[in-house]
């Protein structure tokens, strides 16, 4: 057993670094103003955006117990925090986490 989960480990590990290394490699040849790289960046940010709304709306786990209308709230006031902080994600992300554990509590 052991030794199945130090392997996996060790090929996880070669596959993650793997890939940032031939992204580092790459990247010395793409320029960040041409379209392919705002196209990757554009489908970057709609994965990304995807997935925190199926958070959001098709939540699973303990999330699935809080009200919709509490975290559709959270999520409002962190949009405005990140907006207010001049698009810094360490306020929002630490906004979120506190007033949604509060909002459960107490609301």
Do not use: H
């Amino acid at each position: 057993m052991t030794n199945n989960i130090l392997i996996v480990i060790l090929v996880t590990s070669f596959a993650t670094y793997l890939s940032r290394f031939l992204g580092v490699v790459s990247a010395e040849k793409i320029k960040e103003t041409s379209k392919m790289f705002r196209w990757f960046n554009c489908l970057a940010y709609s994965t990304l955006a995807a997935l925190i709304a199926r958070i959001v709306i098709f939540p699973s786990g303990s999330l699935n117990e809080i009200d919709y209308s509490i975290r559709f709230i959270v999520v409002v006031l962190s949009i405005a925090i990140f907006f207010i902080t001049k698009k810094n994600l360490v306020y929002p992300t630490l906004f979120s986490a506190i007033i949604l554990s509060v909002f459960s509590s107490y609301l």
